[in-house]
């Protein structure tokens, strides 16, 4: 009986001692639940001011591309304008040189006729007067004759329209003959020279 006794009060006995240290385990396992269950609802709900400055940022940098992107294309319309302005002026009158090209030719006609008579050369020489005041106003707005006769043929300003075989006098790929003169404003090609070509 005493012995019961004495066993059951170390059993009473160990049991106390052991008490202590499952509270504290489960102590320290309820804080840890704690810290974790307050992380995990930080992370569920973020704050919402982070969320508007976020969203704040990602508008503004947006912002930001689209006024950069149309700058750079205002810049790039404002140049092609300059180019086109100064091609324009650069060529003013092209299409009024066009239109007097064919006068300039007839006018030449008209020269390459033999006047016989004193009337004839008369008028002749009105019509060449006519032809040389022609001639200058083009050289003054910087229209000028494309030389051709005895050149190398150049495709850019010459057109062939016939070729004749080459010879000791004419050598191969040169224009043997001018058919319709050719004329450049500046360096454009107002009309390409008909020419015929030395094969």
């Known amino acids: 009986m005493a012995e019961e006794q004495s066993t059951s009060a170390e059993s009473q006995k160990s049991a106390t001692t052991e008490e202590p240290v499952t509270e504290q385990a489960t102590s ?37 591309d689209k006024y950069l992107r149309a700058e750079a294309e205002i810049q790039n319309m404002q140049t092609r304008f300059e180019k086109e302005q100064a091609t324009l002026i650069k060529y003013d009158g092209q299409q009024l040189a066009k239109d007097v090209l064919p006068v300039i030719d007839n006018l030449e006609r008209a020269l390459a006729v033999d006047a016989d008579d004193q009337a004839a050369q008369s008028l002749k020489k009105g019509v060449q007067m006519t032809y040389d005041h022609l001639q200058d106003a083009l050289k003054r707005n910087n229209i000028t ?25 004419q050598p191969a790929e040169t224009v043997a003959q001018v058919l319709q003169k050719g004329y450049l404003l500046k360096d454009r090609v107002l009309r390409p020279a008909m020419v015929v070509v030395a094969q």
Not at 33 to 51: G, I, L
Not at 153 to 164: G, N
Request: hydrophobic letters at 40%.
């Open 145 to 169: 004759e494309i030389g051709a006769l005895g050149e190398k043929f150049d495709p850019t300003k010459h057109q062939a329209v016939q070729t004749v075989p080459a010879s000791d006098d």
């Open 28 to 64: 320290t396992s309820t804080a840890a639940d704690a810290a974790k269950q307050a992380t995990d609802q930080a992370q569920a709900k973020p704050d919402p001011a982070a969320e508007a400055l976020a969203a704040l940022k990602q508008k503004s940098a947006d912002m930001e």
